[in-house]
């Protein structure tokens, strides 16, 4: 350990508790206490061997050494406070008063002393404080023009020195003078020193931060320019620093967004702390002709701390810190679609119980009704007529039930992926007329007019005749069912290119937009669920459109509430079998979706458990036979 060392230790000891945590203000306490107590303590130990030699000491010699108590007072003032300004304060005074002292006594300003008044606002320099420079700088001016006065007005004693001594003593005042100067300036240097090495240590600290940490801190004005931003946006948004200062960062902030970012950055002008989110336009690694993306920026912001210059009305500059949360952002949306996709599924399982309630009941209470009848027919006497009657409304209902339990079955093949298309050369016209005249019986019941127009020339395609019968009887049975009497279905049929072309068109109740983006879910029917007008389970244009896309067809539907609705069906008119590619996963979408039924079978039995089939009138209405 050296003597350095073991100084500076016992130096440390002496600070004040305030000064021992900041290495700048440690390094000011340690300058001014330094020097004063190893001079004080060094003249105090040369003062036997100065008496030794010189004898009794004169009146000025002891000033001279009383006061070089003052620096050891001074120090003990500032460790026991932490004052360092007032330190400075209380030293500029003594300094003052002892040249005063000694000035009077040895020739006023023409004294060696004098000199001494010039080092009094350079030693109150070193405490880098305006306010004690000044005061230091008026004390040594008012010294100087005291000493000025009092010479032109005789009040100084008469000096009884000689011209050599005079010499002498000048001599030692101005080397003295100067070496104390030389000692201020060696310890503004070592001030000056420390606090460039502290400040290089602290931005180097802060380089250090923000060019590893994966936020973006900037600093901005109120009106959003940028005046700093640390290096991590390069890696954010792929674009140097340089191209971001001022309002670059703006301009690439989505439009839709800039509104938001510019009330929030006004706001923390305003003292207010802002989170905002927004959207920020970044360039792709390696894409052409600048192909960009946005991503999700969190910015939050505050007012920068800083001297307003008493200004109450100006507004601070704002920092901020910027964290991309593309990923966030799309773990919300995925949560909002999976929510949207749950509330879709209990709003079908809704629609399913409904409608398979309604659908399934029916057919079940005249099969019930109707056997139990027969079975009572000697109660009831019922005549041969009467039993072949209710065993054809039977059978009817039994046909009705099976086409709807084939309906869910032939909808669960299709959303499983094990509906077989068996493609085969046909005559689309034949199949048209033939579905056509099935459903014109129908048609004529319910008041509506059926027009078929499919021109004679209508090309042989490929593809799988039942399905193509299943989409025609289905789009010609709902334009029927939803069309009031006296309207019209007109079933056309026309070759484009490649495509046969199929539209069913009616003038019927139409659809609603809403329903319209609905239509081809599975058990979806336009209008309230509970308020059905028509019979049906919801599964006949969502088995269309699966046939028709098996087929790599089109559908489109254009309705208008109560003007009618068009289907246009557009076939390939040679059916190309796509490549099979079953997969483990597409193998278990298949078993997931054919489980669908199953777990809702338990359910319709329940519910048909917990609504057992309605009393049979003495006169039931005969259940007709429907397509």
Known sequence: MTVLSIIRDCLDALLHPSARYDALTRARHRAFMAPRLLGSLAAFAAFPVYLAMRGAPSAIEVAAFAWLIAPILLSWFLSRTGRYEGAHVLSSLALAGLIMAVAVTTGGIESFAAIWLVVVPLEAALSASRRVAAFASLLALSCAGILILVSQLGWLPIADTSAAERGVLMAFGVASATLYAAGLAFGAESLARTSVALLLREEERYRL???NMSDVISRHQRNGAVQFISPAVEAMLGMPVAQLLGHGLFDRVHVADRPAYLTALSDAARGDVRSVEFRLRRERVGSERG?????????????LDQDMGGDATREADVVAVMRDVTDRKLGELALDQARDAAEAADAAKTRFLATMSHELRTPLNAIIGFSEMIAQEQTLMLGAAQRREYAQLINDSGQHLLSVVNGILDMSKMESGNFEIASEPFAPRASLIHCCNLLALKARENGVDLVTDAPQDLPVMTGDPRAFKQIVLNLVANAVKFTERGGQV????????????????????????????????????????YQRRHEGTGLG??????????????????????????????????????????????MSDSRASESKIATLMPVLRQELQDHPHDQVQDQPAPVKKSA
Not at 291 to 303: A, K, S
Not at 518 to 526: D, H, K, L, M, V
Request: with cysteine; aromatic share 4%.
């Open 291 to 303: 192909q960009v993306d946005f991503i999700w920026v969190e910015m939050r912001c505050r007012p």
């Open 209 to 211: 931060l923000a060019r």
């Open 541 to 586: 244009l969502s088995i269309v459109k699966s046939l028709v896309a098996l087929h790599l067809g089109e559908l489109t539907v254009q309705s208008r509430l109560g003007e009618g609705t068009a289907v246009t069906v557009k076939l390939p008119l040679v059916y190309m079998p796509p490549q099979a590619n079953a997969t483990d996963g597409k």
């Open 490 to 529: 007109t079933v056309t049929a026309a070759v484009s290119g490649s495509q046969l072309v199929l539209r069913v068109s009616d003038t019927g109740i139409g659809i609603a937009p809403d329903d319209l983006k609905r239509i081809g879910a599975p058990f979806f029917q336009a209008g309230k669920t």
